[in-house]
């Protein structure tokens, strides 16, 4: 588990940011091309050894790789200033996991459907509040963390939490420590999130909820560019499905505590997902 503590380009292993490029054609001449991330484990982060991985990351590697594109630069940035990150050409594509929706859509574009995922509560052992879901929190002595620029946030107040009930904090880190410190009864998060921490904080106190979705839809992540990116996003698109179809994407994400449940229905699609954005 590791928290965003600083915005700027990531030099480590797997990672150099030397020859990298926000330009997709300048990218398959250089075999580098930069990417912006958040540091949220399981889907964009650096590990131990320093290299950027996650479930985002080791798909993007797979699929530019017959683009003729073999090294990724880390950028790393708040995960509210991905998209505005992007616009300003700091990096050529986001690889975080972050969802489609039509307001994100209106600034961005964004590859197939790559996963889907339901959200989760990280709660005291037991749970004794009782906190399953959003509707839950309203009206019981409780406040609950989410993550700066998160879903969470909006489907909390969607839900009619009070904003008086929700802490926003900057980093994985931080929310896990506010709930085990006691500073907040839980943390709203995605369930595959939610698993991640635990098994790599055994002894923590926590559990986690059953997943439970949104508006009876699971949320679904994809990898983000700037509008006008055809070439990039078509040519991106044509090799993920291709990773999808073969069986090498579930293979790939299978370490990061993804399974064919997060595998997206094959006839979904993007513009399905971003309305009339």
Not at 248 to 276: H, Y
Request: aromatic letters at 8%; hydrophobic letters at 40%.
């Amino acid at each position: 588990m590791r928290g965003v503590a600083a915005t700027g380009l990531v030099t480590a292993t797997g990672c150099g940011s030397e020859g990298a490029s926000t330009s997709f054609k300048e990218a398959q001449r250089t075999g580098t091309i930069k990417v912006g991330f958040a540091n949220e484990a399981p889907y964009g982060f650096i590990d131990e050894t320093g290299r950027l991985t996650g479930e985002a990351p080791e798909v993007a590697r797979a699929v530019l790789k017959p683009l003729g594109i073999t090294e990724l630069a880390g950028e790393l940035a708040d995960f509210r200033q991905l998209i505005p990150g992007l616009k300003a050409n700091r990096y050529a594509f986001v690889a975080a996991g972050m969802f489609i929706n039509p307001s994100r859509c209106a600034d961005a574009a964004f590859s197939i459907p790559d996963y889907q995922v339901e959200s989760a509560f990280l709660v005291p052992k037991g749970n004794p509040k009782g906190i399953t879901r959003f509707t839950d929190i309203p009206g019981k002595d409780v406040l609950i963390a989410v993550l700066t620029g998160a879903v969470e946030l909006g489907y909390a107040v969607e839900a009619g939490v009070p904003e008086e009930q929700i802490v926003t904090l900057g980093d994985q880190d931080s929310v896990f420590r506010a709930v085990q410190d006691g500073r907040v009864y839980g943390a709203a998060t995605l369930d595959t999130t939610a698993a991640w921490l635990l098994e790599r904080n055994p002894g923590s106190g926590l559990e986690k909820t059953e997943p439970f979705p949104h508006r009876s839809e699971p949320g679904v992540g994809a990898f983000t560019f700037p509008r006008g990116a055809t070439d990039f996003v078509t040519a991106f698109d044509t090799e993920l499905r291709k990773l999808k179809k073969s069986g090498e994407w579930l293979r790939i994400v299978k370490p990061f505590g993804f399974s064919e449940r997060n595998a997206p229905p094959p006839d979904m699609t993007t513009d399905q997902l971003c309305g009339d954005a």
